[in-house]
């Protein structure tokens, strides 16, 4: 049993002033309470009830119009029918405010029964953005935020929200993992700014920051969400501190409003199938590259078929002239659906969104599969014009089959002269003497592979307002997140693992309980008639506490068991557990300051002490700082009336990556081998040295933006210019051997970026009666380098690290090798021996030196996986009930190492191989050397696996239509919708493979992607 603990972090005597001065404003805050009741106390006002009804400039009634009494917390807002009741004293002012409509007041006086109606206001920029610990209008936002709405989220047919938004959001690369069910998708902001630590952003839900990481999205059903906003600069995420220095997610969930009762009901069901299959060799293929590959030389003979095919299955098969396509075999078609029940209403105090929803997609390869079972409540109730409370409560089930991978893999390279079944159809699990290629078929026998995955996962937040007068709220949070996760494996003895063996099992258990605490005090004022403050105060912990336990067993008696009766098993394997704590204590403070809604003002700075920080070093501190100027409203900028908006904002701020794990700074121990004379014992020794000064990796950086909005609001978008540095990355500083250790972790890298963002949405056509047309284009590309390293040279300089391929001034990642210039002709033999000591056929490199020789010193920078630029470009088309869309994905310029090409292309002649046009002396190519069973795979065949991996995919197109008004009145629904959509239909790319957005990482293991068509309902009642 391993069991690892740290002691829980103090945090109030580190920082009593700071807490003094918390406690000091609650006493304040508790005066205000005072006044605001004996203010109260004093009214003799006579209420009435207040009627109205709210349209907008065409006459349609207007749900969620938020009516206020100024000077008061009192509000409602309008039903579905733009309907409104309040109690109102003579003389009071109603406020009346809705997203994208002109701000009304309206005095309260003889007339009880009010008809408003809304003007569309383009100046105002009204659109609430959630902006991380409160909100703001768009207008005021001074930092680099970008928004997506629930809208665009559900067009896209998927199990994962942030999947949703690929290529929605400039400077935001999502990136695919495979085509496995429900696995997930790697998300960088801003491309990396870290070596060797992670570049996930945090992700934040429904206020509280998620411990999970990336999987935390992977719980939330898409269909509720509400909007996904994601912070870039670091002055939008220095609130998050030592997290967010990998940019910042928001993600709320849908809320109820007050109103009619509404009832919604959406479903889709799509057939899936593989975006695109590889070309591999086919029997004949396959039989003439293995008669090559015995060639006695390269220009020598070929032996009889014979003395080459060894095995009678070949022979025969070459004899009928028959072939496996293995591939074809084992992928197929898939399917997906999805069924999400909602129900949102409530009264002018309690308000409610529940839902429920179920997933399922089967996978493309049997016997992969995810399911996914989703409840949520979300509830607000107002006690009084003082107190509001409300909580969140998410429960999910997941279960995914996550497959063999030697099935696809298996497929790829099995001799496609070998059968799958004998002749009473039964699987040949050798389908040739060879006894290392195995039948991919027998992966997929019911039972005989099984790595199913559980995870049970409750989040509930629970929230309290105190509205402690107009000016002052205190906001205090609880969020409890527990996760339950269980993955069982079974092997069984007709597997590629185990060959015939006896089978093997294992079980895993990993609980994982966290919470934040968080109180969060909010001040506005307004100081004359011009001069707006806000003030915003935090106090925060977050805890977790992770355990973990295995065990793995083989030799198991009879595989019905699978993992259910471990302790059967004659032999027993790894027995492990492990528990990890961590602690975080945070303080910070932001305010936001304006003067005229026309200079535009922020800055915060947040404190944050960790447990996974050594004694003396647990208290970091960043900060951001930004400022926003509104041209528009300057009185010279009056008359131009082509710009609604025009605001230049620049930013500077300090974030950390929460690079230090649990327990790194003390110095861990690990497991060794004694000698007592000659008796072996085995004990606990240092395994690492303890190094105290161990930090959060931290970047700082300078944002210049511009936001526009012209003709009214037709045309709106942003640019964006940043520089990012990053230092104290952590890396392995090489010790001398006399230390007994190899190396010591150190803060002693550091890398920066460049790079620029546009986004632009044009309403091109818009016609409320007739045709519209919505065109969204955002592009994005970087440049980035390392800066300093852990080598130096004598003068302290930093210098290269070639063994890690990491070079000064270049990107993080490169591809350093030798450059391919093609294969040596048959009239070059002198020139390759002299050269390479090689023969022709074999692949020609580059000398770059030029001294005649290829050594290591001729090896280059190839190039980088880092993209020139990077985007999508969505389409909206309308016409009366009839709606119509297409979104086009792509990047551009990155080059990519494909594993996927080292493993199937080694033109060896034992396996089967991708269909290349290999050299032979009567085919002269340099695309390709020749086939040589001497060798496992040609000598540099690294140089063949560069690619160019450019691509622009077909993200989704969808056609909808929207019965109308007439219809659905009769039908007893508000509205009905049926669409048809494709996903992932086609791509373009001059690289070969499942598919380029994965090319980098794609190997012989990796599921192909899938297309799929689709078709979806979505009913309100």
């Known amino acids: 049993m391993k069991r690892e603990t740290e002691r829980p972090l103090v945090v109030f005597p580190v920082n009593a002033c700071l807490c003094r001065k918390f406690i000091i404003l609650l006493l304040i805050g508790g005066c205000f309470v005072g006044n605001a009741l004996s203010g109260r106390s004093h009214a003799t006002a006579i209420q009435q009830s207040v009627t109205g009804t709210v349209k907008d400039s065409n006459g349609t009634p207007l749900p969620g119009v938020s009516v206020q009494l100024t000077g008061t917390t009192k509000g409602v807002v309008t039903d579905f029918d733009g309907h409104f009741e309040i109690e109102a004293s003579h003389g009071d002012i109603l406020e009346l405010s809705y997203i994208g409509m002109r701000t009304q007041r309206i005095t309260v006086a003889g007339n009880t029964s009010l008809q408003v109606t809304m003007e569309e206001d383009y100046e105002s920029l009204d659109e609430v953005i959630i902006t991380g610990y409160g909100s703001q209008k768009k207008g005021e936002i001074t930092a680099a935020i970008s928004s997506v709405s629930a809208s665009s989220i559900e067009k896209i047919a998927t199990s994962n929200g942030i999947d949703a938004i690929k290529g929605q959001v400039a400077g935001v690369d999502i990136v695919p993992q495979g085509g496995r069910p429900g696995e997930n998708a790697t998300v960088r902001i801003r491309g990396r700014r870290s070596i060797g630590a992670s570049n996930d952003p945090l992700y934040v839900i429904d206020g509280i920051p998620q411990i999970s990481g990336t999987n935390a999205i992977t719980d939330i059903n898409p269909q509720d969400i509400e909007t996904m906003q994601v912070l870039k600069d670091a002055a939008a995420t220095a609130i998050y501190g030592s997290r967010g220095a990998n940019g910042v997610v928001l993600i709320t969930t849908k809320r109820g409003k007050a109103g009619k009762t509404s009832v919604s009901y959406s479903s889709h069901f799509g057939m899936t199938s593989a975006t695109h299959l590889v070309d591999m060799m086919n029997g004949e293929e396959f039989a003439r590259m293995k008669r090559e590959s015995q060639r006695t030389s390269w220009n020598g003979t070929i032996p009889q078929d014979e003395n080459i095919f060894l095995d009678p299955v070949e022979l025969r098969s070459i004899a009928e002239n028959r072939s496996t396509d293995w591939l074809d075999l084992v992928i197929g078609t898939g399917w997906q659906t999805n069924h999400q029940l909602s129900v949102s209403g409530g009264s002018e105090k309690t308000t409610f969104n529940t839902s429920i929803g179920y997933f399922k997609e089967e996978g493309i390869v049997p016997t992969m599969d995810y399911e996914r079972y989703t409840g949520r409540i979300n509830l607000d109730h107002r006690i009084s014009d003082i107190f509001k409370v ?587 919708r049926f669409y048809v959509s494709g996903q992932n239909l086609f791509f373009i790319s001059k690289f070969d493979s499942f598919d380029p957005e994965r090319a980098g990482e794609l190997n012989g293991n990796t599921i192909p992607s899938n297309k799929m068509y689709v078709l979806g309902l979505k009913v309100v009642f």
Do not use: C
């Not at 082509?642 to 700074?665: H, M």
């Not at 190039?863 to 470009?873: A, H, K, L, T």
């Open 390 to 976: 409300g909580v969140s409560i998410a429960l999910s089930h997941g279960i995914q089959n996550w497959g063999s991978s030697a099935a696809v893999s298996e497929a790829l390279m099995n001799n496609p002269l070998g059968v799958p079944r004998d002749n009473n159809g039964d699987l040949i699990f050798l389908p040739t003497n060879d006894g290392l290629r195995t039948n991919p078929l027998s992966e997929l026998v019911k039972g005989a592979f099984i790595d199913e995955r559980k995870f049970t996962r409750i989040f509930a937040p629970v929230y309290l307002d105190i509205h402690i007068n107009s000016n002052l709220k205190w906001t205090t949070t609880f969020g409890p997140d527990i996760r339950y996760n269980r993955k069982g494996i079974f092997q069984g003895s007709y597997t590629n693992a185990n060959r015939g063996g006896p089978g093997n099992a294992s079980i895993e258990h990993e609980d994982n309980f966290g919470y934040t605490l968080e109180n969060l005090l909010t001040y506005n004022q307004t100081i004359g008639e011009d001069h707006n403050l806000k003030v915003t105060l935090l106090q925060s912990i977050q805890k977790s506490r992770f355990e973990k336990s295995l065990a793995g067993v083989s030799n198991i008696p009879y595989e019905e068991q699978k993992f259910y009766n471990l302790g059967s098993a004659s032999v027993k394997g790894d027995i492990t557990s492990e528990l990890v704590e961590w602690s975080l204590a945070s303080f910070m403070g932001r305010i936001n300051y304006d003067i005229a809604g026309k200079y535009l003002f922020q800055a915060s700075v947040r404190a944050d002490g960790s447990s996974r920080l050594a004694t003396g070093n647990k208290w970091n501190y960043f900060s951001g700082f930004s400022a926003g100027w509104r041209v528009t409203q300057e009185e010279f900028m009056k008359n131009i009336e082509v710009f609604d908006d025009l605001k230049i904002r620049a930013s500077y701020g300090e974030v950390g990556n929460t690079s230090v794990d649990p327990y790194q700074t003390a110095g861990r121990l690990g497991r060794t081998v004694y000698a007592f004379g000659s008796t072996p014992a085995l004990g606990q020794g240092l395994n690492e040295i303890a190094n105290p000064n161990l930090g959060w990796e931290v970047s700082k950086t300078l944002d210049i933006g511009l936001d526009y909005s012209l003709f009214k609001g037709r045309i709106q978008g942003s640019i964006d210019w940043y520089h990012t540095k990053t230092s104290d990355i952590l890396l392995q500083r090489s010790l001398p051997y006399t230390s007994g250790y190899e190396d010591i972790l150190q803060n002693i890298g550091a890398t920066s970026s460049k790079g620029i963002e546009f986004n632009v949405d044009a309403n091109i056509i818009d016609n409320p009666e007739g045709f519209r047309w919505n065109l969204a284009f955002n592009i994005a590309g970087y440049k980035e380098k390392i800066t300093e390293l852990a080598l130096r040279d004598e003068n302290g300089n930093p210098v290269d690290d070639v063994g890690n391929q990491w070079f000064i001034g270049k990107p993080i990642n490169v591809f350093y090798d030798y450059r391919k210039t093609g294969i040596y002709q048959a009239d070059e033999a002198d020139l390759a021996n002299a050269a390479e000591g090689k023969v022709p056929g074999e692949i020609k490199l580059e000398d770059i030196d030029g001294d005649g020789l290829v050594t290591p010193d001729d090896r280059v920078i190839l190039g980088s996986d880092v993209p020139d630029f990077y985007g999508g470009i969505t389409n909206n088309f309308a016409y009366k009930g009839i709606d119509f869309s297409f979104f086009f994905y792509f990047r551009q310029g990155q080059m990519v190492r494909s594993r996927f090409h080292d493993d199937n292309n080694t033109l060896f002649g034992r396996f089967n191989n991708l269909d290349v046009d290999y050299w032979t002396i009567d085919n002269p190519t340099n695309a390709y050397p020749r086939p040589n069973q001497n060798q496992e795979r040609p000598r540099n065949a690294s140089t063949m696996s560069y690619f160019d991996g450019s691509f622009i995919k077909l993200r989704n197109v969808s056609l909808g239509y929207t019965l109308p008004g007439s219809v659905t009145d009769n039908l007893g629904v508000s509205s009905m």
